[in-house]
Nanobody
Framework: QVQLVESGGGSVQAGGSLRLSCVSSGDISNYKYMAWFRQAPGKEREGVAAIYSPFGITDYADSVKGRFTISRDNAKSTVYLQMDSLIPEDTAMYSC???????????????????WGQGTQVTVSS
């Protein structure tokens, strides 16, 4: 029943920044885990960042660690992905995901999540 809608994608030069947003139709406090994934043409979908509530524990793919930051605002039913120092390899369709599972061991696995948005495109040029 829940719907997730992403926004904030676009085209930027290498070294630039973008801030993605994912708005939920429901109360995101119902979802202990929320995450961002990305998929480039011809490649498999990969986990980028995840956040666990109520402790705010985060996980990042090694390829984005130190450049991307995930956060959530339960009052606005929104999760964000701040992307800095973008490189061409970051070009992909970015989707947000959520689950109401009590515990998951692999928080960047596509198999851990139940609800998905349609995605927003990010393109980074050299």
């Amino acid at each position: 029943q829940v719907q997730l809608v992403e926004s904030g994608g676009g085209s930027v030069q290498a070294g630039g920044s973008l801030r993605l947003s994912c708005v939920s139709s429901g109360d995101i406090s119902n979802y202990k885990y929320m995450a961002w994934f990305r998929q480039a043409p011809g490649k498999e979908r990969e986990g980028v960042a995840a956040i666990y509530s109520p402790f705010g524990i985060t996980d990042y793919a090694d390829s984005v660690k130190g450049r991307f930051t995930i956060s959530r605002d339960n009052a606005k039913s929104t999760v964000y992905l701040q992307m800095d120092s973008l490189i061409p390899e970051d070009t992909a369709m970015y989707s947000c995901a959520a689950t109401d599972a009590g515990w998951i061991a692999l928080r960047l696995s596509v198999f851990a999540y139940k609800y998905w948005g349609q995605g927003t495109q990010v393109t980074v040029s050299s």
